[in-house]
Each structure stands twice: as C-alpha cells, then as structure tokens.
C-alpha cells in the first residue's frame, strides 16, 4: 500500500498554513496526526497533491483551563487528554472517550483536531463535542470564526469547515455532575457499534441538566434534545431512562456494516444509552 | 517529485536523508537505513509490528511519513541493546516464551518498553490493554503479558537493590 | 578408569534432551530484530513487483492497455497472460488437480484476482504504474453461493468446457468439481431409517484466512551467467516449490535454488504456489535482475488461500439411551473460483473423513461435492490437517444436537460413546486405523479439573435468576473431545503433485563432537531449531546446545514436503530419531573398537557407550566423535554422518478434551471466557513449553474464528474483510488466559512416540468456543447456529429466541 506522490509542507505559523491551502485549493489537506488519512493515502482513496502539516505551528498543542472555560489545540492527542491531570478534573469524560479510542500507539498520535474535523461518524470526539456542547475555531482567510460543534457536522465527511479554513482547537465549558462515554466495539482498534456520551447534573433527587450524543448511528454524531428534555427534571428512574431512550432513538439512523444489521444496532444502541444514562447519573 | 532532506536521530546516530515526501517511515528504517527489525504487518496501523519509539512515544511507523519525522529521536528495536548486553525485555521474552514465529516481536517490545516507562507496576490488564495495539498470531498473548510482568518485576527489583 | 563425575542426572540435564522446557535458540536473534523475513532481503539492482488486480468478481477482460505504464519512468516491463502465454505459464497446476490462472486470460473469476504485473525499479513507481494499466471490463453474472452455483446456467470455468470428468471424478454440472465419497452409504441410510433416534442439522463453517502478520512473498533472481535460479519466499514446503519451479520452467532442478528464509507464520497460507511466485521468476528471468514481490494486507486476506467454507448436512443415529449407531453427512464445499485447495493428492476433501470423531460409531457414510464460486481459491489447511477442523467442528456440533434430541448431558453422551482404551488400535467406519488413545482418562480428568458438576449447578441457577429477570447474562459450557489425524503421510497413499509425504533428515557429527541436522521441514515459528536438536541430542547423546539445526535451503537440506498439517514432529521428528540411531549405531562400532571389546558388550548410556556391567569403562559421543575422523578403523568409513528419509507407516492421533465458560450478555451479544481448561494428549512430549505456547496461539486462533473472524463477500463478489479492521484478529484484550493440562498416550509406530501438537487447539478449540454458546442457550431452545459467533449474530439468537421482550 503505497500513496500516490504528493508535495510536503510544514508551515511554522497557521498564516502560512492558510496561504498554501488557498494556493493549492482542494489538491491541498492538512495532516495532523495523519493516522485516518494516511492509510486512505496508502489505499489510494485519498487523492493529495499537497499535504500541510501542522506540527510546527505554535499554540495548537496547547490544552488551558481558564475558570470554567476550557480550550484545547487541534494538534493535542488523545493521549495527552488521557494524561493531563486538569482535564481529569473539570472534564473526566474526555479521558474516558479517549482511552476507549484506538489502541496506545494511535492515541500517542491522533489529535482532537484530526479526530472533530474528519467528519468521520466512526469518530468519536465528535460525538462528545455534541454532548460538550463544544465551540469550534476554524482559521480562515478572513481570520477565525467560531461554529458550535451541534451545527458543524453535514453528512458523512462534510462538515461546515470550508476549503480554506483549518480548525484549530475546540473550546467547551468544564463539566460539572456525572458523565459517561459508554462504546460498544467488537474489538480493541474498532469502530463503535453504538456509542453514548452522557453529561447529566442533578439537584436533590432530580436531573437539572442532561446532555445526550451518540457516535456512529448516523451519518453524523447525534445529540438528541429529546433525550435530555426526557431527563429534565425525573429522578431518573428506569421510566425516565427509557424515555429518554426512546427519544435517543427516534434521532438516529444507522445503516448495515461488517458491525451488523440496522435492527441490531438500534437494540444495541438502545442498551448502550440507557447505560450510559444510568452510568453518569450514579456519578451525578 | 522533488526530494526532501531530513535529519533524524536513530539509535544515537545522527541520519541526514533525502526522501521523497511519500515514503513511509518504515520504508525508510528499513530499506535506507538497513533497520529491518521493525516489520510491515498490516499497513492500515492496526498490527503494530511495525513499532518503533520517537520522541518517547510508540508510534506505528507504517503510519507515518519520514518528513513528518524530520528533527526526531527514533529508537527501534535495533537500538534498545546490544548482542552482550540485552534488555531485561529480550531475555524475559526468552525466559517466558514471549514469541514464536518473532514478526510481532520487535513492536511488541518496543511497546512493552514505552508501556513500563509510563507504568513501571503495571498489572496484567495495564498490559493487556497496553499491548491492545500490537497484534500476535502466535503466543494467545499469554506468555507476553507474563514476559512483560516478568521483567517489570525484574527492573523494579533491581531499581530496590540499588536504593 | 573414566573420570565418574558428572552423575547421571547431571549428565541427562546437560544434554537438554526430550522432556525438557529448554529455551529456544531461535529468540536471540527474534528478540533483537535480527530475523531474516522475506522482505529483509536485499539484492543489488533487485525490482520490484506489484500487481494490477480486478475490481469485479466475475467480468470478461475486453482488453488491457499497458502503454502509459510502460511509458512511465522506471517501468521496466508490464506482464499479461499473453506475454504468459508463449511460455506456457499464463495458467498453473494446482495441489488439487486442477489448473488456476497466474494472470487473467480472458476473464477474471474473483474480485482480487491477478491481472497484470508490473516490475519497476522501485516499490512506488510499481505501485503507481499499476494504477496506469487501463482495464476494459464487461462485468458477468456472480454466483457466490454454491448451492446456486449448481443450479445456474451461468458457466463460471469457460475453460472446462464440455469436461464432464476432473481430476477427481465425474462431474455432473459445469459449475461441480467433484463428488468425492467414503464410507457405506447404504448401511448409514439402512440405520437411519430403522433408528430410534436421529438428529439432523446443517452445520456451516464459514470461509475464513491463516492471515499470518507476515503477508506471502518472494525474491526470484536469475543469475544469466551460471544459468542459476535462486527463489527465496514464504514457502511452507520449499522443496516441493523447487520441483514445481522445475516442471514449470523448463531449468533443471539442480540449477534452481529455493530458500525458505525465517517465516513470519504460516498456518497453511504459505503452502500454496501463488501468481506472484511465477511472475517473480518470470520477470527475474525476462530482466536478468532480482525481482522482489511482497503482497500487501488486502491482498493477502483477499486473493491468497481461504479455509473452510463447508457446508456440512449431518444425521446422527442412535438409541433412546444415547448409544451412536450412525453417522451420515453431505458436504457442500465452496472451492472458489479455481480448485486450489492444499491436500494430499488422492484427497480432495482432505482428511475429512475422520468425522466420525473420538466415536466408536459402528457406521458412517461422507460425501463431499466440490463447487466453483465466484470467490478467492484457497481451501487450505488453516492450522489444520486437511479438512479435520471441518470435521471436528461436525462432529461435535452434531454430538451436541443429539444430545439435545436426547434430552442428555454432552459430557455423558460423550463418555457413552467414546473408543475405549482397549480398542486401541481402532478402525473407524471411514476406514482410518487411530494409533492410540485413552479418551475416558482425559475426559473424566478434565471434567474433574474444571467441577464440571458444579459448573452444571451454577448454570442452572443463572438460568432461573435469568428468568426471575435479575440477569440479563447467560453462561454457557462448551465441551469438546477431538480426535485429530496429523503427520502425512503414508508415501503409499499421500502424496503432493505426485511426492510422496515422506520427510527427512540428515545429521553430520563435526569432529570435536557438536553438530548439524537439517531436515526437509521449516520453521514458521513452531521452534524447530529447539525441538528437533533435543529429539537428537536424547538420541545421539550430544547437548542440544551444541547442535545446529538447519531448514529451508534446498541446496543443502535433504528432500522433504514441509511444514503444515501438524507433520514436522510425526514425520520430520521421526526421520530425525532414525537418521540419530544411525550415527548411534556407527557409534557402537566405534566405541567398542576405542574400548576393545565386541560391539553387542557396549550400550549407550545418555551421552556415552558403556562397556556393559563395567560403568567406568566408556567412550564419551564426544570422544568417538573424534575418533571417527582421526583413526583408522578397520571396516568402519571415516566420519560420523546419517540420512534417514522417513515415510510414515500410519498417521498420528492427538486427542484431547477442553472446556470453554463463556458468559454472553444477550442484549449486545458480548461474549466474556471466564474459563478455559485445555487438556492435550500429543503422545511423547518434547518441550512442554514449547507445547504450551502452541497450545495458547491455537486457542486464540480458533477464538477468532468462532467468535468474529471471517472473510465475507456480499452478492456483488466484494470481499467485505479485506483489512485489519474487519477481519477479526484478537488483541491481547480480547484473548483470555487458559490453562493448559495434558495426558500421554505415546504413538505405538513413532520413533520416539510424538504425535504432533500445532494443530489440536485450533482443531479442537473451535468447538469449544461455539459449543459454549450454543450450550448457553439450550435452556431456551436453540439447537444450532451458524458461526462466527459475534456480537451481532448472537444477539440475534437471543432475539429469535425472544429473549428480548
């Protein structure tokens, strides 16, 4: 497996980023980690001409927490979301996702960035940044502008990041209350068959806030309103869990793979939600 | 199309290059530098077997560009010890029966030397799910995670006996 | 008076002989990434090779256009079958009797299949000429299921036009291979209609891949001057390629060299002879320079040697109290698109008929039909002797659906009709003779092992917390006690395109009392330099350490058909004790001239011959060693050397019994191995680790298969698995721990008693996985269900069952 040839660029500043993808257009694709693109390079189903790799270019590594405002680089990786110990505080659900992507080496190399930007359903920060209720930063030629992660997925590989834009880091508030990234995969370096991010917060007995995304049951990441405005308010019992099951439900649309038949997925889906729900209310 | 020049340290050993922006860093430890411990597996990053350390980090080489490598340390298993002085890793390899066929080896004691950096006391699912990247047809895996416990014990000893 | 000291157990220790858990010498190098794998190879001015391959399943080549290849720089030539056809190497034989295309002639029968090659100066260039073969295809009807296969008008091998007999019979539709029959038919249909119980079930084992981490390949390198051709590769039988090189070249067998180089595992996939072997040697022998060719991940799993894919129609017959009185199958067995299946040549279905098991079942009839598809060839023997997964897996499958029928425990309905001990040796109704064995032992040591009783109580109670609703987890036993039939074989009836399954091995003592052996087998991660050194130095009395074992170069090792089907150790293993009680003989005749007295008045003693009764007074191996190459001694030839070919007089029989807990969750159809107790019986064992890291890598291998790994095509012929991610290989995470256990029951005709052991755990583990989740759901009603088990066909059991509400 061999990629076709391209030209290489690693840019030290995201101006020069931006330059050559306006002067290459769509022959030109930004490399992050590179660990989805470059096997699609290697199966010839990627046709590159010019990769931009962002490596060099400072400030896109960089994960900070200002108060409860939490900005993270494109170029952080999976396993520094694993490693860091303030995300471990004001956003747990993000180490859980993550250690339950790929396997170690992909995660030394994948980055956040790479893994929102994709527009792969398969990917599952996407669905967490739906869950997040994150803010997207995409540099452009006209400077940057901010897209909320619930409107930045289209169909499959087609998100509202243009041509000449790069998306440079994610931005979401710390989460408070309990969480739960729950993935069923059919083995380590898989893809989810169904998988849920649930943030859920709670005042006395009752859910106060809930927020409910799922990962490839669509050709999108799913956040379904319905499923939290099912929560809102219950003590979340096993009827409101199932309603909000329900209501999950209604919002996706898997379609057949190597993972299985549609019917099954939405069993699975419908189990692996309800789990999640419970999950991150017992931690609530 | 033209070829880049790229510096790399590999094995303490400083490599200027020229290559074309498409080769994989495999190819090029491999084929330019006669490095031939690390293996083609599975080519889409989900064997491992071609595994090698950059930057303290295991990284799946068929997975990478050479120029994305450019100004990096890479250490393969080539360079994790010599023939009279071998790491604890290869000789508990040895002791437990780690390997057979040995094409998944050198990754996988590249990973398992990365692992116990990170985690010197691992348990045997730290090491399980540690190794979750590096795939073996062989062993059933059993005499690995017994290798690797193996020799972090050892090193742990060891490190305890010179405190 | 000799120096007495070491003692004997000592010296028995030195000689890290049979018996022993010695450390393999192959790991020095493995461990330091010093292995020698086919792509490691290097060769000044070395091409490369790549191949165009088709898109369709099934399409007729209008033509192939190769002049914006060739016009690209580094290009040094594009191969069709017409540039073949001169030479007569556009088609090939294959192991089965039948021929198989090496680059498309006309039409295409595989998605995958090879079309074109292209060599260039390197392995990019090669790969981007390739996507510069302009191919017109016209696309034709597919057929990937075989039962269709037989009823359609669609003519899938143009080629065997009007051929209504093959290599194996007659063949009764254009798109049939071969019925190939044993057994009594009307004897089994006589007791099945009389008796009190029958239980009938389609059992399927689906197509699957060996998939070894390293792909097939080779470096082909015509050296023009001396009129030499050297070929290295991925062969699982390098002798046998070297012959079929010859035939098929026209260069004579002693001017090719064949080097099997370390081999990054095999499991059967490396016996084949494969489209990019002859393109290598063509283009060597086309540019004069070394030509390298390495399959890639996708094409490996998609184009080279499947397994299985049998459909397996069963009836069992017996009496109300469970005593088997018949045994009748049917095999429907999908051959893709070329019959290529790797067995012995008087076989097409393999060893098969050892069907009826570790049953004494007075009766049994099999008949196998061969059917083209629109699929991969292959049909090998994936860590398998010939079809005895296939049949291991029916017959146990078929055990548990009597069992059923019967309302009986497996375990007991087993043990009732088990060969007893002093059956031994046993003729089955299929008309193999089994060498030894002592099932009731192992059966009832494993139950014990694993509280079988207690385990049977436990489910008992999940089932009913299950129905109270407090569970959503069912627990299943999968039992399994497999019979394999291994080491072919018997040169009178086993033979690979027409040599004989002998094996051998020839050992030459140096003077200074080490050693080299080298053997017609090879080594794809099985130990042989360990293993077969510690047969010899138990047999010749020289340490294990101090002798080499060498495999794989035709140029000096001995004539053997290889490594596969379990046969290393039966065969190989044998030729080695023989080939050593020569030079041990020589070394009586020696030892008694050095010691002065009549050969029959000395013995060998571990590492010695001893003047008998007289224990100090001896020569050491070492010492007659030397004295083999420095003294003249009247009527013996100088020098200590020995050949043994070996032809078996029967196959071996490994057994054993293993036991699988398994918990499934029905909702997701998750699967959990809480338990796996594997017991082994190999005959004389010869490097208990060695057997236990055999026994771990069986396993998970036939963990895969039964629980998620498959190559599967959808109705347009695309092969669905074609990578890493779909095609279920375990990660550590997934793969449980097992506890191994053994018995031993020596092999009466082997030298040493060995039985071979590579292939038992995937032969018999295969069962005990899916019988496991089978067994979980028997309480609910579930008789079969197809493999491989994963999440998504499990839960639909669950769900046919309706267990989901």
């Known amino acids: 497996m061999i990629p076709a040839a391209f030209e290489y660029h690693r840019p030290s500043d995201i101006e020069a980023a931006l330059g050559l993808l306006q002067t290459h257009g769509d022959e030109a694709r930004v490399l992050a980690g590179g660990h989805s693109l470059i096997p699609m390079m290697k199966l010839r189903m990627a046709a590159i001409e010019h990769l931009i790799d962002l490596r060099d270019i400072a400030g896109l590594r960089d994960i900070r927490i200002d108060g409860t405002t939490i900005r993270i680089g494109a170029m952080v990786t999976q396993a520094d979301l694993i490693t860091h110990d303030g995300l471990a505080r004001t956003a747990p659900i993000l180490r859980e996702a993550a250690l339950q992507i790929a396997d170690p080496q992909v995660r030394y190399m994948g980055t956040v960035g790479g893994n929102v930007a994709n527009g792969d359903p398969g990917n599952d920060m996407p669905g967490l940044m739906q869950a997040l209720d994150a803010v997207f930063t995409l540099a452009g030629p006209d400077g940057d502008r901010d897209v909320a992660a619930r409107d930045f997925y289209e169909s499959a590989y087609m998100t509202a990041r243009e041509d000449d834009e790069i998306l440079t880091g994610i931005r979401f508030d710390a989460t408070a209350g309990g969480y739960a990234y729950e993935k069923q995969k059919r083995k380590i370096g898989d893809y989810a068959t169904a998988a849920a991010a649930v943030l859920i917060t709670r005042e006395g007995g009752c859910v106060k806030s809930a927020s409910v995304a799922m990962t490839n049951l669509a050709d999108t990441p799913i956040w379904s309103r319905a499923a939290a405005e099912a929560l809102l308010g219950s003590s979340c019992d096993a009827d409101a869990i199932r309603a909000a099951t329900t209501a999950a439900l209604a919002d996706i649309d898997p379609t057949e793979d190597n993972r299985g038949p549609v019917e099954f997925k939405r069993h699975v889906a419908g189990i692996i939600i309800s789990r999640a729900i419970a999950r991150a209310w017992s931690r609530a | 199309m033209p070829k880049t020049a790229i510096k790399l340290n590999v094995n303490g050993k ?150 | 008076m000799n120096d007495m000291t070491p003692d004997r157990d000592d010296r028995i220790a030195n000689l890290k002989g049979m018996g022993c858990a010695r450390k393999r010498v192959e790991d020095v190098r493995f461990t330091q990434g010093k292995g020698n794998y086919v792509d490691d190879i290097k060769l000044a001015g070395m091409l490369h090779g790549d191949f165009v391959r088709s898109p369709y399943a099934h399409a007729r080549v209008k033509s192939i256009n190769t002049d914006a290849a060739l016009a690209l720089p580094g290009v040094i030539a594009v191969l069709t079958a017409k540039d073949l056809e001169p030479l007569n190497l556009h088609w090939m034989p294959t192991l089965a009797g039948d021929k198989q295309m090496v680059l498309a002639d006309g039409k295409v029968l595989f998605q995958g299949q090879e079309v074109a090659f292209v060599v260039a100066e390197d392995r990019y260039i090669a790969a981007d000429a390739v996507e510069l073969v302009e191919v017109e295809y016209e696309d034709l009807p597919v057929l990937t299921d075989p039962f269709a296969a037989l009823q359609s008008d669609v003519v899938l091998r143009e080629d065997l036009a009007g051929q209504d ?210 699929k991969a060839p292959g049909g090998v023997a994936y860590r398998c002797s010939f079809r005895v997964t296939e049949a291991a897996y029916f017959i146990e499958r078929m055990i548990e659906v009597l069992a059923i029928e019967l309302g009986m425990d497996a375990a007991e309905l087993r043990a009732k009709n088990f060969i007893r001990a002093d059956q031994f040796p046993y003729t089955s109704a299929l008309g193999w003779e089994y060498d030894s064995g002592d099932y009731h032992t192992a059966w009832t040591k494993a139950l014990d092992a694993v509280d079988y009783a207690g385990l049977r109580r436990e489910q008992a109670d999940r089932v009913a917390a299950f129905k109270r609703g407090e569970t959503r987890k069912l627990m299943g036993i999968g039992l399994t006690h497999f019979t394999e039939i291994v080491g072919a074989g018997p040169v009178k009836n086993c033979d690979i395109l027409g040599m004989g399954m002998f094996d051998s091995c020839e050992i030459r003592i140096h003077p200074t009392g080490s050693a080299i052996a080298r053997l017609g087998t090879i080594s794809q991660g099985q130990g042989h330099a360990t293993t077969f050194a510690q047969i010899l130095a138990t047999e010749i009395g020289i340490p294990a350490d101090s002798i080499t074992i060498e495999e794989g170069d035709t140029d000096t090792a001995p004539y053997g058909l290889g490594t596969y089907g379990s046969r290393s150790t039966p065969v190989a293993g044998a030729a080695t004790a023989m080939a050593g009680r020569k030079i041990r003989a020589k070394a009586q005749m020696i030892a008694a001239y050095l010691l002065e007295v009549h050969d029959n008045d000395v013995e060998f003693d571990i590492d010695r011959f001893v003047v008998k009764g007289v224990p100090e007074r001896f020569k050491t191996m070492k010492e007659i060693a030397y004295a083999a190459y420095n003294q003249a001694i009247p009527g013996i030839e100088p020098g200590l050397e020995a050949v043994s070919y070996y032809d078996p007089p029967n196959m071996t029989y490994p057994f054993g019994a293993y036991i699988c807990v398994m918990e499934l969750d029905v909702d997701t159809g998750e699967h959990e191995i809480r338990q796996f107790y594997a017991l082994d019986d190999c005959g004389t064992r010869i490097n208990p680790m060695v057997i236990e890291g055999q026994v771990h890598g069986g396993l998970t291998e036939a963990l895969a298969i039964a629980m998620g790994q498959e190559i599967a095509y959808d109705e347009m012929g695309n092969c669905k698995t074609g990578t890493l991610m779909d095609f279920f290989l375990p990660t550590a995470w997934e793969t449980p721990n097992y506890t191994t256990d053994h018995t031993e029951t020596p092999s009466p005709h082997h030298p040493i008693g060995a039985k071979g052991v590579g292939e038992s755990p995937n032969v018999g583990g295969v069962p005990a996985f899916s019988n496991a989740v089978h067994d979980a759901f028997r309480a609910f009603g579930l008789r079969h269900a197809h493999m491989p088990h994963d999440h998504w066909r499990i839960w639909k059991i669950a769900n046919q069952l309706g267990l989901h509400g």
């Open chain 2, 14 to 163: 400083a490599e200027d290059l020229l290559v074309e922006p498409r080769e994989l860093l495999i190819y090029v430890l491999r084929e330019k530098l006669n490095l031939t411990g690390p293996h083609v597996g599975c080519e889409t990053s989900h064997c491992g077997a071609c595994t090698v350390e950059i930057d303290g980090k295991s990284v799946k080489s068929c997975t990478m560009f050479a120029v994305q490598a450019d100004g990096a340390e890479i250490t393969t298993i080539e360079g994790l010890s010599t023939p009279d002085n071998l790491h604890v890793l290869q000789r508990m390899f040895r002791e437990h029966h780690g390997l057979q066929c040995g094409y998944c080896t050198p990754g996988m004691i590249m990973r398992a030397h990365r692992l116990l950096q990170e985690n010197p006391n691992p348990t045997e699912e730290d090491v399980r799910f540690g190794i979750a990247g590096n795939l073996c047809r062989c062993t059933g895996y059993q005499n690995i995670v017994k290798s690797i416990l193996a020799a972090a014990a050892e090193i742990n000893a060891a490190q305890e006996a010179a405190e």
């Open chain 3, 165 to 374: 007999s093959g290599a194996h019979g007659p063949r009764r539709h254009h798109n049939h291979i071969f019925l190939w029959e044993e057994g009594d038919k009307d004897a089994t249909e006589q007791v099945l209609d009389s008796a009190e119980v029958v239980a009938e079930e389609m059992i399927y084992y689906h197509r699957t891949h060996p998939c070894p981490l390293e792909t097939c390949g080779a470096v082909a390198s015509m050296d023009k001057v001396n009129g030499k051709l050297t070929l290295w590769g991925t062969f699982q039988a390098p002798h046998v390629v070297r012959t079929v090189a010859s035939l098929l070249s026209g260069i004579e067998e002693h001017n090719i060299r064949v080097v099997s180089p370390d081999i990054g595992g095999g499991f059967g996939n490396k016996v084949g002879v494969y489209p990019g072997y002859i393109c290598s040697i063509v283009a060597s022998i086309v540019t004069g320079r070394p030509v390298k060719w390495v399959e890639d991940r996708m094409e490996n799993l998609m184009a080279t040697a499947f397994a299985r894919d049998y459909w397996m129609q069963g009836k069992i017959a017996a009496t109300k109290d469970g005593k088997i009185t018949g045994l009748w199958c049917h095999v429907t067995a999908d051959h893709g698109a070329f019959d290529a299946c790797a067995d012995p040549t008087k076989f097409p279905a393999g060893f098969f008929h050892i069907c009826t098991g570790s049953y004494d079942i007075p009766v049994a009839y099999v008949g196998v039909d061969g059917v083209y598809t629109n």
